[in-house]
């Protein structure tokens, strides 16, 4: 359960969010929709703990020290975040690295990831060998790898043409329903909201201005 009591933050004199309030239970596929400034990717990143709200409460569940609760948390990124000089097998593997997995484990883990995001033909090659629609399944895989019990993805699709903008919210809806993973993802595609019919939490000027549960982007 992610529980957001009337969450305030500023940045300077800027307001970012205003008195937000939310719950998010346990494999929900949520919405953050809103213009740019809205609030969405500060909604995301107190989430990931990087800031504290300056008023209001925030629940989240998972270990008490940051660095463990992160490795509960996959993050999906508009520009991918991906190492140039390391193969696909070798960017997917990166946070069991980092979690000291065995190498046998590791093997299997980032094997499974690839076939869930159709890439096992891809494993040998580098980003920049990959289409914009590759890149951001290798970003999915890696944020999967570890099999996190949240994935935040914030403007996933901000670099992809429409098509496979759709194609890539697809997979994360399948990947959603396969893993029992909660989601949130911030977004300002309607075509991608709409066609999807979930839950929707609009932002503006840092205020929650609709919750619906199968939402439109209005």
């Given at each position: 359960?992610?529980?957001?009591?009337?969450?305030?933050?500023?940045?300077?004199?800027?307001?970012?969010?205003?008195?937000?309030?939310?719950?998010i239970?346990p494999?929900?596929?949520?919405?953050?929709?809103?213009?740019?400034?809205?609030g969405?990717?500060?909604?995301?990143?107190?989430?990931?703990?990087?800031?504290?709200?300056?008023?209001?409460?925030?629940?989240?569940?998972?270990?008490?020290?940051?660095?463990?609760?992160?490795?509960t948390?996959?993050?999906?990124?508009?520009?991918?975040?991906?190492?140039?000089?390391?193969?696909?097998?070798?960017?997917?593997?990166?946070?069991?690295?980092?979690?000291?997995?065995?190498?046998?484990?590791?093997?299997?883990?980032?094997?499974?990831?690839?076939?869930?995001?159709?890439?096992?033909?891809?494993?040998?090659?580098?980003?920049?060998?990959l289409?914009?629609g590759?890149?951001?399944?290798?970003?999915?895989?890696?944020?999967?790898?570890?099999?996190?019990?949240?994935?935040?993805?914030?403007?996933?699709?901000?670099?992809?043409?429409?098509?496979?903008?759709?194609?890539?919210?697809?997979?994360?809806?399948t990947?959603?329903s396969?893993?029992?993973?909660?989601?949130?993802?911030?977004?300002?595609?309607?075509?991608?909201?709409n066609?999807?019919g979930?839950?929707?939490?609009?932002?503006?000027?840092?205020?929650?201005?609709?919750?619906?549960?199968?939402?439109?982007?209005?």
């Amino acid at each position: 359960m992610i529980s957001a009591q009337k969450l305030t933050k500023k940045f300077g004199s800027i307001l970012a969010l205003d008195a937000v309030s939310f719950d998010i239970a346990p494999g929900e596929f949520v919405f953050l929709t809103g213009p740019s400034g809205s609030g969405k990717t500060t909604v995301l990143r107190l989430i990931m703990r990087d800031l504290k709200p300056d008023a209001g409460k925030l629940v989240l569940v998972g270990p008490a020290k940051i660095h463990e609760y992160r490795r509960t948390i996959g993050t999906v990124f508009q520009d991918f975040k991906l190492l140039s000089d390391r193969s696909v097998f070798e960017n997917v593997a990166l946070p069991l690295e980092v979690m000291g997995v065995k190498p046998d484990d590791l093997q299997k883990s980032v094997k499974k990831a690839l076939e869930l995001v159709e890439l096992t033909a891809r494993t040998d090659l580098f980003p920049a060998q990959l289409s914009g629609g590759e890149l951001q399944r290798v970003a999915l895989a890696r944020a999967i790898v570890a099999r996190p019990k949240l994935i935040l993805a914030d403007e996933p699709t901000g670099n992809l043409d429409p098509k496979t903008a759709r194609s890539i919210v697809n997979l994360l809806s399948t990947l959603h329903s396969q893993l029992q993973t909660t989601v949130i993802m911030a977004t300002h595609n309607a075509d991608i909201v709409n066609h999807q019919g979930r839950r929707v939490i609009a932002l503006e000027a840092g205020k929650v201005i609709k919750d619906s549960p199968k939402g439109k982007y209005d």
